[in-house]
């Protein structure tokens, strides 16, 4: 068995036989996190509010960090195909109207909140304390809905942290150096499994 065998049967246990993911239809709330994070849409009234609460620089820095993690998500993608879970008649998975065929990982969604929520965090501490419960909210929509892999949300949120980390400029530090390794760490091995 490959690594790749591994860690698709690894997923699918998840996803499939897990009591902390039920297979019927999601709250709305999982459901509304999932839809207006598409294309990064929630982000902008998050930043907006953080703006009007005074923290003109950490939206900024977040959507910044967001438009660049996207499109990068997208590209990853692409140089990485793979399908999607197999549950098109689980409520769970019928919660949602999108029914994506583009590969699986990483999850576009985690990618860019990790992102957005990281560069929060790292302007402001207090703003990333507020942002990042709905990061999480949108990063377990994902699996919840089962549109992901659990490797794709982990690998996507560890993408989008790295992308704010670079943007942020704090690559210069020994310490900022050490994380951004620790995190490129986390995500080779999937990427190496499925390349």
């Not at 039920?22 to 839809?35: E, F």
């Not at 294309?39 to 009234?45: R, T």
């Not at 660049?68 to 019928?94: D, K």
């Not at 560069?119 to 501490?125: C, F, I, P, S």
Request: net charge positive.
């Amino acid at each position: 068995m490959t690594a790749e065998d591994e860690l698709e049967e690894l997923d699918e246990d998840s996803l499939r036989n897990s009591e902390a993911l039920p297979t019927r239809r999601p709250h709305p709330i999982i459901i509304a996190a999932s839809l207006t994070a598409r294309g990064g849409v929630l982000w902008l009234p998050v930043a907006g509010l953080l703006a009007l609460s005074g923290m003109r620089k950490a939206a900024k820095r977040a959507l910044t960090a967001a438009m660049i993690a996207m499109p990068l998500g997208h590209l990853v993608s692409l140089a990485v195909p793979r399908r999607r879970p197999q549950v098109a008649t689980m409520p769970a998975r019928q919660a949602l109207p999108e029914h994506p065929d583009s590969s699986s990982f990483p999850s576009k969604h985690a990618v860019t909140a990790a992102a957005f929520g990281t560069a929060t965090a790292l302007a402001d501490r207090k703003a990333g304390l507020a942002v990042t419960p709905l990061v999480l909210l949108v990063a377990y929509s994902r699996l919840r809905t089962r549109v992901h892999w659990p490797s794709d949300v982990l690998g996507g949120l560890a993408i989008g942290a790295l992308v704010a980390l670079a943007q942020a400029g704090i690559g210069r530090s020994a310490r900022a150096r050490a994380t951004a390794c620790r995190l490129a760490a986390m995500v080779r091995p999937v990427f190496s499994d499925h390349s």
